[in-house]
């Protein structure tokens, strides 16, 4: 079973990829830190750097973007560069990566428009195919079908996804996409900076991302968007994963058995069965994982170990990467191996199982040194980037989990307290701001559990208790 839940809480969404009972992927943003990939601007060029063949632009968030306008890096004159923009300059720009730091958003000016199964982009006449379709026969179907239906002066990349798609299924989608491609021509009239077309929406994307035949439902607990859902036709059809409202009492996902599995979900170390265990940590740099025989060194033949730890390890890096969402370079140090044989058995099972991953991950080999070079895309920030910030005590060398996250988990706990015990008066004791955040905006929370439930909640500001600390008292 395979099955997408939608948390929906208060400006908190969380996005969870559940296979057999096992939590796969997890994401979640809030509405003061929504991504901007794919959302289209008019943007206003601010400053160009000729050099670089680049320019800062303005589209209206905190910080500026960054465009490279050039085509080759080998350009001498910059001057004979037609396409460098000057400043004040405006055109449609879309974003690319999230910013990151000090640095801000990525743009670009080749705009696509993502759907369930297709990329509608501005290239005229392109079509491409999912590496990952690798039937030469059904790959000559779907570029029959779609060279057929494709709109002048556009391309299309067809999603993994649309494999097993029908020409009125292909026929619907380009409609649908057309539509958003053509809601933004008007856009060059606008003044800028302004957003001329959002897409980032956080129910949008899962939909969108994990939305195939092979997930079998979608569960949901917020009933607009469970509307929202249902009107666009895309479930309980045929061939069509179905749709849950869910309306139990029991947090979603604790009702899953998934909310446990999320909070391990940033532990630095990962135990393997055999007694092993990995130590994952993320730099600026890269993410570095470390792989320790643990308790199984010493059990019998030493190579035989090693090698069993290693593979184990290789099945256990894959799922860590997809659940935490690490991407860009990624070092894995595994167990040193004295056979070159073992070595490249390793590096074979890697590459397989890397295949399942949504993502593009590419297994680059083992260097010199014996450390295993992976490169996986960037789409959003790592899920410790999205539940943790930066240790005001440490000064940034360490890092703690953030508001948002924090009350989500105070939230899901004074929930499930009201729903499965015995206990119907709850007191939240917490610094003021962490209380201010956790009762809502006028209250809402706290009149939603009143709603739902019979018990009462109260909230006790204590200064003493750090940021991100809380207790909840419980009696009868």
Not at 54 to 77: H, M, T
């Amino acid at each position: 079973m395979k099955r997408v839940l939608l948390d929906i809480e208060e400006g908190i969404t969380r996005v969870a990829l559940v296979e057999d009972g096992k939590l796969v992927e997890l994401y979640y943003e809030t509405k003061h830190e929504e991504s901007l990939v794919g959302n289209v601007y008019i943007g206003r060029v601010d400053n160009v750097i000729p050099n670089l063949q680049a320019c800062f632009v303005e589209i209206g968030s905190e910080k500026k973007g960054y465009l490279y306008y050039g085509n080759q890096r080998a350009i001498s004159d910059q001057e004979k560069n037609p396409a460098r923009p000057k400043s004040g300059d405006t055109f449609i720009v879309q974003v690319e990566k999230d910013a990151a730091g000090a640095k801000g958003a990525v743009l670009t000016q080749t705009i696509s428009f993502p759907g369930k199964f297709l990329v509608l982009v501005e290239e005229d006449g392109e079509i491409g195919i999912s590496r990952k379709i690798t039937d030469g026969a059904k790959r000559e179907r779907i570029r029959g079908i779609v060279k057929g239906l494709l709109p002048k002066g556009y391309g299309v990349v067809v999603r993994t996804n649309g494999e097993g798609k029908t020409e009125a299924e292909f026929q619907k989608e380009l409609d649908f996409l057309m539509g958003k491609a053509q809601s933004i021509t008007k856009g060059q009239y606008r003044k800028a900076p302004a957003l001329l077309l959002q897409q980032s929406l956080p129910v949008e994307k899962a939909v969108r991302d994990f939305y195939s035949e092979y997930i079998d439902e979608f569960v949901v607990n917020h009933q607009e968007t469970y509307e929202y859902l249902v009107e666009t036709g895309d479930f309980n059809g045929e061939n069509q994963p179905s749709l849950l409202f869910y309306q139990g009492k029991m947090p979603l996902f604790e009702e899953y058995f998934v909310e446990s599995q999320s909070q391990k979900a940033l532990d630095e170390k990962v135990w393997l069965k055999s007694g092993g265990f990995l130590v994952i940590q993320e730099t600026e740099a890269c993410v570095v994982i470390d792989v320790n025989s643990g308790k199984a060194a010493g059990k019998g033949d030493l190579e035989k170990a090693i090698m069993k730890t290693n593979l184990e390890a290789v099945q256990e890096v894959a799922k860590q990467l997809r659940l935490r969402n690490l991407s860009g370079i990624i070092i894995v140090d595994f167990i040193d191996m004295s056979s070159e044989e073992n070595r490249n058995s390793v590096t074979k099972a890697l590459q397989a199982v890397v295949k399942n991953d949504r993502i593009k991950t590419v297994v680059v080999g083992l260097t010199e040194l014996g450390l295993m070079q992976i490169t996986r895309k960037k789409t959003r920030p790592s899920l410790s980037k999205q539940m943790t910030t930066k240790c005001r005590q440490c000064e940034g060398t360490g890092r703690m989990p953030s508001i948002d996250w924090t009350v989500t988990r105070m939230r899901r706990e004074v929930e499930s307290i009201l729903a499965n015990t015995i206990y119907n008066q709850i007191t939240v004791q917490a610094d003021n701001r962490l209380l201010f955040a956790f009762r809502g905006q006028g209250d809402a929370y706290l009149n939603k559990l009143a709603q739902n439930f019979a018990g009462t909640v109260k909230c006790e500001g204590k200064e003493d208790m750090e940021f991100s600390q809380y207790q909840i008292k419980k009696e009868k």
